[in-house]
T-cell receptor, first 109, second 115 residues
């Protein structure tokens, strides 16, 4: 069973702070990793992808990957109330994405 | 089209009724996926098409679920004799490549409620 684990939250951070979202996965052979954002009542939206160990930055978002520890994280700098959503970690297994249950992020103004 | 289009957006079915959910992927996208998302959960894989070929249907929960993509474009997910546990949001996604390397673009989903 291919698994992707996330803390369900909610994770509450004040506006302007750094939000740190974490994800672990079970298959050591996985090569591609994605973060999706899902607003309430909406469909998931791709925000970051990462394939190599280390950090990948895109604006206020940084994805971090550690394949030895089977760990992926997403940092959101200068968090805004509009970042409040569920963040889904997804891992490629074969020809499909397997998703975690998501972490609810709440940014308090 | 510009995005993945799904219809209907909402469907209420009486238990035992058959339903058909439609997905129109982004033009030219080879790969098409169906997912089921229950409230408070992440999307769960149902099935995968590469063009018109259904390459993986391992996630379909029972033989009441059937999907097709006869011309390699529009896809239909059919659920026969709906049960209350089928109530969920059904998401369709497409990808330009033959693998999910690029990540998916999701449609808006169809919210199915079985009463």
């Amino acid at each position: 069973q291919k698994e992707v684990e996330q803390n369900s939250g909610p994770l509450s951070v004040p506006e302007g702070a750094i939000a740190s979202l974490n994800c672990t996965y079970s298959d050591r052979g996985s090569q591609s990793f994605f973060w999706y954002r899902q607003y309430s009542g909406k469909s998931p939206e791709l925000i970051m992808s990462i394939y190599s160990n280390g950090d990948k930055e895109d604006g206020r978002f940084t994805a971090q990957l550690n394949k030895a520890s089977q760990y992926v994280s997403l940092l959101i700098r200068d968090s805004q109330p509009s970042d409040s959503a569920t963040y889904l970690c997804a891992v490629i297994y074969g020809n499909k994405l397997v998703f975690g249950a998501g972490t609810i992020l709440r940014v308090k103004s | 089209g510009a995005g993945v289009s799904q219809s209907p957006r909402y469907k209420v079915a009486k238990r035992g009724q058959d339903v058909a959910l439609r997905c129109d992927p982004i033009s030219g996208h080879v790969s098409l996926f169906w997912y089921q998302q229950a409230l408070g959960q992440g999307p769960e894989f149902l099935t995968y098409f590469q063009n018109e070929a259904q390459l993986d249907k391992s996630g379909l929960p029972s033989d009441r679920f059937f999907a097709e993509r006869p011309e390699g474009s529009v896809s239909t997910l059919k659920i026969q004799r709906t049960q209350q546990e089928d109530s969920a949001v059904y998401l369709c996604a497409s990808s330009p490549g033959t693998a999910a390397f690029y990540g998916y673009t999701f449609g808006s989903g169809t919210r199915l409620t079985v009463v």
